[in-house]
């Protein structure tokens, strides 16, 4: 875990892998909760008879899902223990370009892409990557974008 508790130390990251998180399971029961929680109940991602013989041979989690779980695996990554509010700002790109079926394992990598300076703070760029166990293409690649404030 890399912890920056000044603004110089997470300036001078700029460019460095931070690491990767350990193996999180994606199980079924996390995918309804989601499905629950978004309305988005499409068949490939709750309906596992059917699922079965659909493209993927089962089902798969949302790809927003998937997403969602950067600052869980960011936090065990990394922790911005700097003065201030820690505010997400946004995001540049994402790309989902494989899925997770239910029962794969992921964790992410981290790397600080950019640090600008602004009134009152920094504005930080970071680049993950989300790989599938056993898989050779990732399941999310996303750029975020996060504001430290003094």
């Avoid at 949302?62 to 820690?86: D, E, V, W």
Wanted: charged residues 20%; glycine residues 10%.
């Amino acid at each position: 875990m890399r912890v920056f508790n000044t603004f110089d130390e997470v300036a001078a990251a700029a460019g460095e892998e931070l690491g990767t998180s350990e193996w999180v399971p994606i199980e079924q029961q996390r995918v309804d909760q989601f499905a629950d929680a978004t309305d988005d109940h499409q068949w490939i991602h709750v309906d596992a008879e059917r699922a079965a013989a659909g493209p993927f041979g089962g089902t798969v989690a949302h790809g927003y899902l998937t997403l969602s779980l950067l600052p869980a695996l960011g936090n065990r990554i990394y922790s911005f223990q700097t003065p201030g509010a820690k505010l997400n700002y946004g995001l540049n790109k994402v790309r989902f370009p494989h899925p997770v079926r239910v029962g794969q394992r992921i964790r992410a990598t981290a790397t600080i892409k950019d640090v600008a300076e602004l009134p009152g703070g920094l504005q930080i760029t970071t680049g993950f990557v989300i790989e599938i166990d056993g898989e050779s293409k990732p399941a999310c690649v996303a750029e975020t974008v996060a504001l430290l404030l003094s």
